[in-house]
């Protein structure tokens, strides 16, 4: 993991990189294409965190059950 200290003047809606930048409502695998390899997304349906290996809408893994 990366660590990357802030020093933009801390914007409170931004989240840390080991946590999700979007959400999307069930699996994003096959609908959502990814911004960059490393991209986080919850499933909102079911709860689940997903990473992008790729940049293609096929690189989701699920990072948590």
Do not use: C, H
């Amino acid at each position: 993991m990366t660590w990357v200290i802030d020093k933009s003047g801390a914007n409170p809606t931004d989240k840390p990189f080991d946590q999700y930048n979007r959400t999307n409502a069930g699996s994003p695998l096959g609908s959502v294409t990814p911004q960059y390899a490393g991209e986080r997304v919850l499933d909102t349906t079911n709860g689940v965190l997903y990473e992008a290996l790729g940049v293609t809408n096929s690189t989701w893994v699920q990072v948590t059950p």
